[in-house]
């Protein structure tokens, strides 16, 4: 491997890559998945065996002042589904990339993962994405090593089991477990937020019950088995106006609605 192709990739390297690419089309190379497992694990050894294929994400750039020392920060979750690089994560954890914005800071800053035995790899290239199924596939520069892939699991049913490992708010690794509660449409919703492209693919959820938080996005979810069905997206909070004891008007939270990527989506994207 060449010197060359050691240099991390600039965020403006990263957004000349991918300008040309179009949403929801499929990757220049295909990208081959393994088999799904079939044998049903515990819950000890979902995390235990998958913790390994989970990231963290993040950009490196330069400080402001004179000094010219380097910050950093995470700014969600992802994970790899191929073992020579091809990682996930949501289309809004690289919306800097994907969206061409030539006001961004930042544009000699690099994108970076961060394995759990402190690996670091750095972005070197958008592959594909989807803005309404909130997906973007990526591709690092394993420096010749081998990442750990997840395998793709069928569409879960609900009230199936299911796991999640994420990063809520600095809260590294944290594996939390819940059901499927919801598998839905959500076009008016993301039409009422400016986000939906009519003619894109259905925006379809799988909403359930497992604890994640701001952080988390990107994060894979698990079946019983293991595989990947899943990928956090985002949270909804409902509740209601009300008076408290004063009589004031207050906002009464009542319960947070976990809406997640159905693994149908990263397929359609893979084209599987």
Known sequence: MSGKSRIPKTVKDLQDSAVVLRDEAVPENSITTSPPGVRILKDEEIYAQRKNSVFLIGKLKKTKDTTGSISFDFTGTAFAISSDGVCVTNYHVLQDIIQRNDSTTGMDSVYFIETVDRKVYFVEKILAYSQNNDLAIFKVNTRGGKLRPLSPGKPAEVGAAVYCISHPQGNFYYFSKGIVARNVVIS?????????????????????????????????????????????????????????????????????????????????????
Request: hydrophobic share 35%; charged share 25%.
């Open 188 to 272: 008016n919703q993301l039409a009422a937020e400016g986000m939906y492209r009519p003619a894109g693919k259905l925006p379809i959820r799988m909403e359930l019950t497992a604890d994640y938080g701001g952080g988390s996005s990107g994060g894979p979810i698990l079946d019983k088995y293991g595989n990947l069905i899943g990928i956090v997206c985002s949270t909804r909070a409902v509740g209601k106006d009300t008076k408290n004891e004063e009589g004031k008007d207050m906002y009464l939270q009542q319960m947070v609605i976990k809406q997640t990527i159905p693994v149908k989506a990263l397929l359609w994207l893979l084209k599987e």
